[in-house]
């Protein structure tokens, strides 16, 4: 069992920078993959951004490129999204996920875990 909590959301003016965290227990973390969702109200999860387990290599979708950076720390069991340059169009509930083995996905459904999210608001 993977339990995730994210933090870090908030309101923030367009062109500025969050940083989100996901902190997940368990200790297959590392050689898990984890990812970056979002979601706005009526529309489907957005794939954002995925981490290799082991050895930690990213994907950021090309939406987010640029932009974001997702990293991890396995010392710390964490996952992080640095988010810069935010625009109104980040606007979303920002979900962290694992799912068993080291390949990432770009699909929702091939995640196992979710955390609760996270509100991000970007004001114009």
């Known amino acids: 069992q993977v339990q995730l909590v994210e933090s870090g959301g908030g309101l923030v003016q367009a062109g500025g920078s969050l940083r989100l965290s996901c902190a997940a227990s368990?200790?297959?973390?590392?050689?898990?993959?984890m990812g970056w969702f979002r979601q706005v109200p009526g529309k489907e999860r957005e794939f954002v951004a995925a981490i290799f387990g082991i050895g930690g290599s990213p994907y950021v979708a090309t939406s987010v490129k640029g932009r974001f950076t997702i990293s991890r720390d396995n010392a710390k069991n964490t996952l992080y999204l640095q988010m810069n340059s935010l625009k109104p169009e980040d606007t979303a509930v920002y979900y962290c996920?694992?799912?068993?083995?080291?390949?990432?996905?770009?699909?929702?459904?091939?995640?196992?875990?979710w955390g609760q999210g996270t509100q991000v608001t970007i004001s114009s």
């Open positions: 996920a694992s799912r068993s083995g080291v390949d990432i996905s770009l699909t929702p459904t091939s995640y196992e875990y």
């Open positions: 368990g200790r297959t973390f590392s050689r898990n993959s």
